[in-house]
């Protein structure tokens, strides 16, 4: 699994190397609504991203207030959903700016790894998660 998610998270693009603790396998489509512990329905995650998610799967667009379902790593296309801006990741669909709001993927924390991740050349992550 994490060869397929190139050591990163699947959500905000954090690198597993040089992170203290081991990311977690996030069931896309949580347990508790009927998720299997298939391939097709785990993803890498970065702790930050793992507990602010949790059995989440839809979240509101802070642009249009509405419910939209969040980012699915085994159905949607990254590079469609998310960009980034220097160390900020944005959201150019409805469901990008949901999940960069409902998973804080720009928070303080993710900012300050970022600027680390530069000097050592892996922010950007480089093509699609």
């Not at 801006?85 to 720009?106: H, P, Q, W, Y």
């Amino acid at each position: 699994m994490a060869r397929r998610a190139k050591n990163r998270c699947e959500y905000c693009g954090l690198s597993q190397i040089g992170q203290a603790a081991t990311f977690h396998v996030d069931h896309v489509l949580p347990q508790s609504a009927g998720g299997e512990t298939l391939m097709e329905n785990l993803a890498l995650a970065c702790i930050h991203c793992s507990l602010r998610k949790g059995a989440r799967v839809q979240a509101r667009d802070p642009q249009t207030g509405r419910s939209v379902r969040l980012f699915h790593p085994r159905e949607d296309s990254w590079n469609q959903h998310f960009r980034w801006m220097a160390f900020r990741l944005k959201g150019i669909t409805a469901i990008g700016r949901a999940t960069i709001d409902a998973l804080s993927v720009n928070s303080s924390e993710h900012l300050i790894i970022r600027g680390f991740e530069k000097k050592l050349r892996r922010h950007p992550p480089t093509g699609h998660l």
